[in-house]
């Protein structure tokens, strides 16, 4: 019922095949918290941070720089940590849906063309982003059932790093 | 700030080590659309049925039988989608939240306590649990930035499968 709208092949999906290589669940934090989310995460779950990219726009009247983007490997896997900055490239706007889940893949759009098919609603383009997950191209598709996927292609220019 | 009550060795956490084995992002949908939301992620994400558990309890009045658990492959990586139930077991009660992180360990108190000397509350006791990701253990901590952490020992009986 959620699913209508598309027009045959939703099943199977477009023709195109589309790999990921990671799955990273988003934790957005109120703001300017984050930092104090990635402590915890560290003491309480033993992660390690692998990376953090500072939002670029930070405000004069802001006491800390905003976070966005920490990558923290957690167990066999890797989350991310971002401070939730109320702007047009923020992925949610409220910590009551404070997560995201991030889809890396080679092919944004055939992967975006084929969420889309099943579907989901493409928000924005497909950009070379600024957004808390990624460095790369980015499509944000929202599924039927309120989850916001980030699908983005592999993070390669992350290399402010402040451990 | 949000870490008061701690009493010391915060930073590091208990000297006991804890090693997650998995980490699976949880999507709690609104009843009983998960079944529709694991078609959804197939079609879109490619994902792969590997376990479907289903709810104990169905009410007469229901039409459909609602999923406890469906884990779904993407990728390398593994997540769960869960009927939204509000009862006690309920991981949480409102689908605005509707997510949790599950982390298995083999020691699921020494990872419980780790976390709440880290500042995280948990909630209930640790049990044999019938809740929606594990089919083992089960402590439940919410950490100081809203996120429900479920601390499982891996599944195990999570043989009712329908494919």
Not at 24 to 47: C, H, M, N, T
Request: aromatic fraction near 4%; proline fraction near 5%; hydrophobic fraction near 40%.
């Amino acid at each position: 019922m959620a699913l209508e709208g598309q027009n045959g092949g939703a099943e199977n999906g477009s023709s195109k095949a589309v790999t990921f290589s990671a799955v990273k669940p988003q934790l957005l934090v109120e703001a300017p918290k984050a930092s104090d989310a990635v402590q915890f995460y560290k003491a309480a779950f033993g992660a390690e941070e692998v990376s953090r990219t500072m939002h670029p726009k930070r405000k004069a009247e802001q006491e800390l720089p905003l976070i966005l983007s920490a990558e923290l490997k957690l167990g066999p896997s890797f989350i991310l940590v971002s401070d939730l900055v109320n702007d047009s490239s923020a992925a949610v706007k409220t910590p009551a849906t404070g997560f995201v889940i991030c889809l890396e893949t080679d092919d944004v759009e055939a992967a975006v063309a084929k969420a889309v098919s099943a579907g989901g609603v493409s928000e924005g383009e497909v950009s070379e982003g600024e957004v808390a997950c990624c460095g790369g191209r980015v499509g944000k598709v929202k599924d039927p059932y309120g989850v916001v996927w980030m699908i983005c292609s592999p993070i390669k220019t992350c290399a402010d790093v402040e451990a």
